[in-house]
């Protein structure tokens, strides 16, 4: 997968050539974690080495795994693998630092421990949404045709309240179900959702670190009761519902209603940047005393020769912001226009409404017009009730007349 870019490892370089030729390139050497049963701790700490190969660049970086069995990943297509020799001192002469979680424990002159800088595994995990991007991990997904399906991770029987409202959640949102863990976990989970006349698919129990990342990537809702697995769900979309074992039925759909909803996306630590640049200065520093060459010992050559290879990399990852930063707006974008067509459909829906009163008022009026009608046909025209009251009118006309009587009588008799 490209999603996560290392740079070619060069031919190494003694300590003593180094110094001599002036190099600035530093050899860093990453040690992979293998002990866990999915392959979060493996993808973090990749982003983790590429984040040192950006910050630090020029960089040839090593990848190294302890050596165990079976040997987890060794053959992952993004890197060349190392086993890491039993004492790792032997590569003080091939790499300038080594880096990796837990070599605090060890006495190594030249290792480095994230924990320096209180940056954990789990902690190194929130680096992810920037390199397994959704548009660079659908060539690596495991099963195309079930990307937006609910992935249950089958790691051990689960409640049969999880397969209940499984089969509910699938059914209600017309989505497949897609199974992660052992094949017996797998059958017995299936068996359990057939009673709900439900079905779901095994994407496999031996995916590569890629396809794993992709399978969560894309997954629309991830159950699982592994906490590795549901942080790595988090901090790449947010839809993740941990199974504990007070979890009721109640709460599993709470969760995969809120997880759906897009309410449960976690708070990002702002923190972290902080730590990943201090650990990128830790790497660098540590690198140039071993070599006796600290940075203001730099030519200017040396300086303008790593500013290009900086900038480079910088270009690099503003390609990959500004290709963010394109699929935001076209989202926007998407999103404003559906919003358009709902007020669309709301205007016709006013407009319909308005003709529906008014043919509602006209047939209102239709109807007592006949009802009227079939009155004076049974009854004959109905009679009106006077609206002249003619006595007053009369009595008025009177008083006025002899008003009119009074003044001739006067204008007659002065003359």
Do not use: C
């Not at 086993?83 to 006495?107: F, M, R, T, W, Y």
């Not at 009730?385 to 009595?395: I, K, N």
């Amino acid at each position: 997968m490209n999603s996560i870019e290392s740079t070619k490892t060069a031919p190494t370089e003694t300590s003593q050539e180094s110094e001599r030729n002036g190099r600035e390139t530093l050899n860093v050497g990453i040690v992979l974690p293998n002990d866990e049963r999915h392959p979060v701790g493996w993808l973090a700490t990749r982003a983790l080495g590429t984040e040192i190969e950006w910050r630090n660049g020029p960089v040839n970086t090593q990848w190294f795994v302890e050596k165990s069995t079976p040997l987890l990943w060794a053959d992952d297509p993004a890197l060349k693998i190392n086993q890491l020799p039993e004492d790792i001192n032997e590569l003080e002469h091939a790499l300038d630092v080594i880096l990796g979680h837990g070599l605090a424990s060890k006495e190594i002159e030249f290792g480095i421990d994230p924990a320096v800088v209180d940056l954990s595994l789990h902690d190194t995990t929130a680096l992810l949404p920037r390199y397994l991007l959704p548009d660079l991990t659908q060539a690596t997904h495991p099963a195309p045709s079930l990307q937006e399906s609910i992935v249950v991770d089958v790691n051990s029987d689960l409640p049969e309240t999880v397969v209940a409202e499984t089969a509910r959640h699938a059914l209600s949102k017309t989505v497949p179900i897609s199974l992660l863990g052992s094949e017996a976990d797998q059958s017995r989970f299936a068996a359990k959702l057939q009673r709900h006349n439900q079905t779901a698919t095994n994407v496999g129990s031996d995916l590569d670190p890629d396809e794993f990342g992709a399978l969560i990537q894309h997954a629309a809702v991830v159950v699982t009761g592994d906490p590795a697995v549901q942080h790595l769900a988090e901090v790449l979309h947010g839809r993740a519902v941990l199974i504990t074992e007070t979890s009721d039925g109640q709460t599993i759909q709470r969760d995969l209603w809120s997880a759906t909803s897009g309410i449960s996306h976690p708070q990002l630590d702002p923190t972290l940047e902080a730590k990943i640049q201090r650990l990128a200065e830790i790497v660098e520093q540590t690198a140039l005393l071993r070599l006796d060459r600290p940075i203001s010992y730099r030519t200017a050559a040396q300086e303008r020769e790593r500013n290009e290879q900086i900038a480079t990399l910088h270009e690099r990852q503003a390609i990959q912001w500004s290709q963010q930063r394109r699929r935001s707006k076209q989202t926007i974008d998407r999103m404003r226009e559906e919003l358009l067509n709902v007020e669309a459909k709301l205007d016709t829906a006013e407009n319909e409404a308005d003709n529906s009163r008014r043919a509602l008022q006209a047939q209102h009026n239709r109807l007592n017009q006949l009802e009227m009608d079939i009155a004076e046909r049974d009854q004959g025209p109905a009679r009106l009730q006077r609206s002249v009251d003619w006595h007053s009118v009369v009595a008025q006309i009177e008083r006025d007349a002899l008003k009119v009587l009074h003044w001739l009588r006067r204008q007659f008799g002065k003359g």
